[in-house]
């Protein structure tokens, strides 16, 4: 008998060559039936007693049994040996492999079993029968109907099987064999792994741990995309951009908010000479205070101020007034007329054009130009909704850098005037060496670190001087949002993390000024 070299040859499948190769192959899409046992649809081999006499009972038609074959219709005698009823056949049989040379029947017992056939094509003794069964086939039962075990997969799972456990193996809840077995199989069956690689894709995504809270510049990159297609109408002023986006993230925040928190405690903190003080509010009390000095933007601007035309001028006043005039505290039902404000305040600047820009705002003590107020209404919104942040325990970030720098600008020009109050009131030391207005005299230069940070000469004799590097006779170095923490209060100029260099008494009269710019 021949030694089959290949599947051409009548030997082993390809499966096994690459196993030999070590190369798993992985098979073409198969149908339907596929998910079924592979002995659920392959021929059935009659019984050696249906074959009319003198013909091989494995192949239908056959020429006459040789010696030593057992009688029709009877089982061979214990130990006898027997030919594979495809041994010595010349034709094919049904739905099986072409025959060159003797090639076995898959179905016969020992042809994928391990170990193969005994020599002279014996079957060993009590090996298993067509039925999966030593000694044969049980009755009833004829072969390859679908109902006895596939030979040599004893132990082994079906397709179908392995095909109900994909999901379970994406999920890493198999067991150590069901997993082994899959896997295996995975290397096989190429609409397996497909489907298993899709689902692991999905449990990835089911896994995946997200930040719920959106981008603070995300309304932004939307307008500004949306801009760069079809530019607005009547833009917003470029002075007027960092309230409208201070006061959009506020409501951001306020929306996102529960009932209740709406009446969470916030301690407002500013300074007063030499002394840090401080005003006990809720949530709501801080977007009353907001609305109220917002009021004064309103006026400059001819809008209808909230408070009434009779309202005071400066703004701690007016916040208790506001505050004193409710018949009850302030709810969440003040975000709406806030926010209608807000809107309003940037149509109307829009609308305006450029001369508004120069409008005169005032603070009852001091009074700003439009476009500073501006700026000053978004540097106390931010800060105001940091509190508000602390307040109710959510992630509130700082301005954006260009903003930012702005900000910190707006305090670096106002700080030669808040210095010389200090030293009328005998809170600061005296000018050492005054200038004519207009020309360099003493100064600190100020670093800021940091998004938004820059570098500022602060004249330390007189408002009216400029501020020069080359008359610098201090440094102070410190990071930017704990310079806007300084100047709105929240941090005692003791307490500033600054490198210092040079005038220690210069170095403490401009951050003490600093401290002082805070206000209700």
């Not at 049904?94 to 994928?112: I, Q, T, Y």
């Not at 079993?113 to 079957?123: E, I, K, S, T």
């Not at 679908?146 to 099987?161: D, I, N, W, Y």
């Not at 808040?418 to 004519?436: Q, S, Y």
Request: glycine residues 14%; negative net charge; hydrophobic residues 35%.
């Amino acid at each position: 008998m021949n030694t089959p070299n290949g599947p051409l040859d009548g030997g082993d499948d390809d499966r096994e060559h690459d196993e030999v190769r070590g190369v798993p192959r992985i098979p073409a899409p198969r149908w339907a039936p596929d998910d079924l046992s592979p002995d659920a649809y392959r021929p059935a081999v009659p019984h050696r007693g249906d074959a009319p006499d003198g013909a091989d009972p494995g192949v239908p038609g056959d020429g006459p049994s040789e010696p030593g074959d057992p009688p029709p219709g009877g089982d061979a005698p214990a130990g006898a040996g027997h030919r594979s009823p495809a041994a010595g056949s010349t034709g094919t049989e049904p739905g099986g492999r072409g025959d060159a040379g003797g090639d076995e029947d898959p179905a016969a017992p020992g042809a994928d079993a391990p170990g193969g056939d005994l020599p002279g094509g014996g079957a060993e003794p009590g090996a298993q029968g067509d039925a999966g069964t030593p000694g044969g086939a049980a009755p009833g039962t004829a072969p390859g109907s679908g109902q006895e075990s596939a030979p040599g997969a004893e132990g082994r799972r079906t397709h179908g099987v392995l095909k109900s456990l994909l999901g379970a193996w994406a999920l890493s809840a198999c067991s150590g064999e069901e997993t082994e077995a899959v896997e295996e199989h995975l290397g096989e069956c190429a609409p397996c792994a497909e489907e298993a690689l899709r689902l692991r894709e999905a449990v990835g995504l089911l896994h995946t741990d997200r930040d719920l809270d959106l981008d603070p510049l995300l309304r932004f990159q939307v307008l500004e995309n949306c801009l760069g297609r079809r530019p607005a109408r009547i833009p917003v002023p470029a002075w007027a951009d960092a309230y409208d986006a201070e006061t959009a993230r506020l409501d951001a925040l306020l929306r996102d908010i529960g009932e209740s928190e709406w009446h969470a405690p916030v301690r407002l903190r500013w300074f007063e000479g030499e002394r840090q003080v401080n005003r006990r509010t809720t949530v709501a009390g801080v977007i009353a205070h907001l609305m109220s000095v917002d009021g004064l933007v309103s006026a400059a601007l001819g809008l209808d101020d909230p408070l009434g035309p009779a309202a005071p001028g400066l703004p701690a006043e007016r916040t208790e007034s506001f505050w004193g005039a409710a018949d009850r505290p302030p709810t969440r039902r003040i975000r709406e007329p806030w926010r209608d404000q807000s809107h309003t305040l940037i149509r109307t600047v829009s609308f305006a054009g450029r001369g508004a820009s120069d409008l005169t705002v005032s603070y009852g003590s001091f009074a700003l130009p439009m476009r500073d107020a501006l700026l000053d209404r978004a540097f106390e919104c931010w800060i105001h909704a940091d509190d508000i942040a602390d307040a109710v325990d959510y992630p509130y970030e700082p301005p954006s850098g260009a903003h930012l720098h702005r900000m910190i600008d707006l305090a670096a020009r106002l700080l030669p005037a808040a210095l010389a109050d200090r030293r009328r009131a005998g809170l600061a030391g005296p000018a050492r060496h005054l200038v004519t207005p207009g020309s360099p005299g003493r100064s600190l230069h100020l670093e800021v670190e940091g998004s938004g940070g820059g570098n500022w000469y602060i004249a330390l004799d007189s408002p009216a001087a400029v501020g020069s590097a080359d008359h610098a006779v201090a440094q102070v170095a410190l990071d930017g949002v704990e310079f806007c923490r300084l100047v709105a209060g929240h941090v005692a100029p003791q307490d500033a993390a600054a490198g210092q260099d040079g005038d220690r008494d210069a170095i403490s009269d401009v951050l003490s000024a600093a401290a002082a710019l805070s206000r209700l």
